[in-house]
Nanobody
């Protein structure tokens, strides 16, 4: 079992920045891929970005490429999502998730955090 806890969400003006954190506990290990997804009411959960266990490989959705940066500190069992140049359309609940295998699909992840709200005002 892996437990994930997100933090760092909040309200920010368009063009601003936020940094989300995803702290893992339990049977963690550097072999876990961590992904970030986001969801708005009435829509399916959308893939945002993932990072490999070592941190050496990342993959971004086109909608956030160049604005968001994912990183991880395995010594702290924490993954970070630095979000810059935020837009109102980035408003969503952001979830981190863990999987042993590379995936951009919600169904490919086994463990999920409870989510953190990000609101970007125009």
């Amino acid at each position: 079992q892996v437990q994930l806890v997100e933090s760092g969400g909040g309200l920010v003006q368009a063009g601003g920045s936020l940094r989300l954190s995803c702290a893992a506990s339990g049977r963690t290990g550097s072999y876990f891929y961590i992904g970030w997804f986001r969801q708005t009411p009435g829509k399916e959960r959308e893939f945002v970005v993932r990072i490999s266990g070592s941190g050496g490989s990342t993959y971004y959705a086109d909608s956030v490429k160049g604005r968001f940066t994912i990183s991880r500190d395995n010594a702290k069992n924490t993954v970070y999502l630095q979000m810059n140049s935020l837009k109102p359309e980035d408003t969503a609940i952001y979830y981190c998730a863990a999987t042993r295998y590379r995936s951009t699909s919600e169904s490919g992840y086994d463990y999920w955090g409870q989510g953190t709200q990000v609101t970007v005002s125009s």
